[in-house]
């Protein structure tokens, strides 16, 4: 058994299961969100769904910057 200095950059088959699973996740999430806006007249309504919507694409971002080996100061 190693003992590492520093966590070793991978991913498990397990982590990219959940990963992928996350990343649908948030992208259904994402379309059927901007979907309703257009679909809604009042505009609280919408300014709230508005944010739901940068909130998924963040979510997508911080998933494909985890796969690219760029969260938490890993890089390849």
Not at 52 to 69: P, S, V, Y
């Amino acid at each position: 058994m190693e003992n590492y200095q520093k966590v070793p950059c991978i991913i498990t088959g397990k982590d990219l299961d959940y990963l992928s699973d996350m990343f649908e996740w948030n992208m259904e999430a994402l379309k059927k969100t901007n979907d309703s806006i257009l679909k809604i007249q009042d505009e609280k309504i919408k300014d709230i769904l508005k944010k739901a919507c940068q909130m998924f694409d963040n979510n997508l971002k911080t998933i494909l910057k985890i796969l690219e080996g760029g969260e938490n100061g890993r890089s390849n």
